[in-house]
T-cell receptor
Framework: DTAVSQTPKYLVTQMGNDKSIKCEQN?????MYWYKQDSKKFLKIMFSYNNKELIINETVPNRFSPKSPDKAHLNLHINSLELGDSAVYFC????????????FGPGTRLTVL | AQKVTQAQTEISVVEKEDVTLDCVYE???????LFWYKQPPSGELVFLIR??????QNEISGRYSWNFQKSTSSFNFTITASQVVDSAVYFC???????????FGAGTRLAVHP
């Protein structure tokens, strides 16, 4: 059983396109996150949602728009893709906000050409 | 932001050697948590451990052990009798800002050679 799943696993697209990444968790967690991992493996928080409400927006360009239709889903839409958006994007979830361990999805490798 | 520093960028060992990965953190909090994650070559992030600042006892899980030293703000991770399957990037992390956003260290790439 997959706890945190993301689709697609790989995404290759041209500059200027719009794309979405989907995330679902079946753990019953209240909080979900998006992280970006760059080519040097550095991991940085982008967004966090708690019970469908945005609680962290970490100075991410407004071309990135997360959407949480329900507690189990957190999608990431990216407009006007740029070369610098190439990275691995990880979705994660935790039981609640605070200090619970976060469980990560398998990642989506986005390549912008 | 309260940083997490993993000064070792890469470590290379031969199988069966013991290896320690260092993690130093900054904190202004009296209560805090620390985490370790493993990222194998397949790319997923695997949760290893969460420790809170109240518990300074060393933790052991099989070949893995963690040494938490508040006096030096360190939370080091030791793999005993390393195996090739331990080859991965290991991240130390801590929540920050009260909202459970994880601040990650830069990671240490461990290569275990046969």
């Amino acid at each position: 059983d997959t706890a945190v799943s993301q689709t697609p696993k790989y995404l290759v697209t041209q500059m200027g396109n719009d794309k979405s990444i989907k995330c679902e968790q079946n753990l019953g967690h209240d909080t979900m996150y998006w992280y970006k991992q760059d080519s040097k493996k550095f991991l940085k928080i982008m967004f966090s949602y708690n019970n469908k409400e945005l609680i962290i927006n970490e100075t991410v360009p407004n071309r990135f728009s997360p959407k949480s239709p329900d507690k189990a889903h957190l999608n990431l839409h990216i407009n006007s893709l740029e070369l610098g958006d190439s990275a691995v994007y990880f979705c994660a979830s935790s039981l609640s906000g605070g200090t619970d361990e976060q469980f990560f999805g398998p990642g989506t490798r986005l390549t912008v050409l | 932001a309260q940083k997490v520093t993993q000064a070792q960028t890469e470590i290379s060992v031969v199988e069966k050697e013991d290896v320690t990965l260092d993690c130093v953190y900054e904190t202004r909090d009296t209560t805090y948590y620390l985490f370790w994650y493993k990222q194998p070559p397949s790319g997923e992030l695997v949760f290893l451990i969460r420790r809170n600042s109240f518990d300074e006892q060393n933790e052991i899980s099989g070949r893995y052990s963690w040494n938490f030293q508040k006096s030096t703000s360190s939370f080091n991770f030791t793999i005993t009798a390393s195996q090739v399957v331990d080859s991965a990037v290991y991240f130390c992390a801590r929540p920050s800002g009260g909202y459970n956003k994880l601040i990650f260290g830069a990671g240490t790439r461990l290569a275990v050679h046969p």
